[in-house]
């Protein structure tokens, strides 16, 4: 099983409007989508893949807690960035201001796309969680589904962490730009010291 609960915690509902619970952020990757991209994982996840790259992400207790005005303005202040990731965690559990941002960031030229553990047919569906076809309208790119350990693919080739993984290009302007590789990892370090590493393997490995 790969989904063990169906409701996100309540911890959820305390993330006041025009706000995004994150777990992490950094500029310019390059191994979380095409080009050079913001990344943000969000807070919270019901999943509990086995090998799941990020278990940090999986609690929905506040994390750090920042506006979506704010979090555009980080993005737009790189120039460096040309397109913006949304990770996780579970994106669509804060599907409307994530929807939000999207809308900034595509207004100012940059291109969105969005990891997710639903299927884009449940994303599609009465059941979904809120916000989800909002967001959905402004991805150019989505890669869905879980993350399914006994299926992991470990190739140079694959944009996708396990098999049952599909890539939906939702902008044309994209279909030759699935180029980035799912084993690829990639180590930032800060002005404070702290490194952060990641792509497959890597996760979202935060050390001092």
């Avoid at 790969?2 to 509902?13: G, H, R």
């Avoid at 969000?42 to 893949?49: A, P, T």
């Avoid at 609690?59 to 949304?86: C, D, H, Y």
Wanted: proline share 6%; aromatic share 8%; glycine share 8%.
């Amino acid at each position: 099983m790969t989904q063990k609960k169906t409701n996100p915690d309540p911890a959820l509902m305390e993330i006041p409007p025009g706000y995004l619970n994150i777990m992490g952020y950094v500029d310019e990757s390059e191994v979380n989508g095409p080009g050079c991209r913001a990344v943000i994982w969000v807070q919270g996840c019901l999943r509990e893949c086995p090998g799941c790259f990020n278990l940090e992400s999986w609690s929905f207790e506040m994390n750090q807690l920042i506006s979506v005005n704010s979090l555009a303005e980080k993005i737009l202040s790189n120039s460096r960035n040309q397109g913006v990731t949304f990770s996780g965690g579970e994106p669509f559990w804060q599907a409307s201001a994530l929807a939000a941002l999207a809308r900034l960031v595509k207004a100012a030229g940059l291109n969105v796309m969005s990891f997710s553990g639903f299927t884009l047919e449940q994303l599609q569906s009465e059941h979904a969680p809120a916000g989800a076809q909002d967001l959905l309208e402004q991805l150019d790119i989505l890669i869905d589904g879980p993350y399914i350990q006994s299926l992991a693919i470990n190739s140079p080739d694959s944009p996708v962490s396990s098999s049952n993984q599909r890539v939906h290009v939702f902008n044309p302007a994209f279909n030759d730009q699935i180029t980035w590789a799912s084993d690829q990892i990639e180590v930032h370090i800060f002005k404070d010291g702290r490194r952060l590493v990641t792509g497959y393997r890597g996760g979202l490995d935060l050390r001092e």
